[in-house]
Nanobody, 124 residues
Framework: VQLQASGGGLVQAGGSLRLSCAVS????????VAWFRQAPGKEREFVAA????????YYADSVKGRFTISRDNAKNTVYLQMNSLKPEDTADYSC??????????????????WGQGTQVTVSS
């Protein structure tokens, strides 16, 4: 399974971006797909996920109400719509796929397919 993330860029605070994660070699309906981010000098952190079994979505508290994760099974692509961006959202964003149990949906170690990152920079 290969994942290709795209859509990052430079945006002013309050702006929006939409990230895409195109999946090949497998169907997204068979995997939980998540977005993680890593800022310089910080550990990778969970952002959002959509579960394979029931499409239930999960969000980090820091992005809840601003970010929306969705998936298009026909295009085998998962999206992350990011609104009201803040400078603290600046990071390298990666998508990942796996089959974590519900309680481990936010755990980095539960995902075994990873795409390359796409940089998001939010200026103040």
């Amino acid at each position: 399974v290969q994942l290709q993330a795209s859509g990052g860029g430079l945006v002013q605070a309050g702006g929006s971006l939409r990230l895409s994660c195109a999946v090949s070699g497998g169907t997204i309906s068979s995997y939980t797909v998540a977005w993680f981010r890593q800022a310089p000098g910080k550990e990778r952190e969970f952002v959002a996920a959509v579960r394979w079994s029931n499409s239930i979505t999960y969000y980090a508290d820091s992005v809840k109400g601003r970010f929306t994760i969705s998936r298009d099974n026909a295009k085998n692509t998962v999206y992350l719509q990011m609104n009201s961006l803040k400078p603290e959202d600046t990071a390298d964003y990666s998508c990942a796929a796996g089959r974590p149990i519900t309680s481990a949906t936010k755990e980095v170690s539960m995902y075994y397919y990873w795409g390359q990152g796409t940089q998001v920079t939010v200026s103040s």
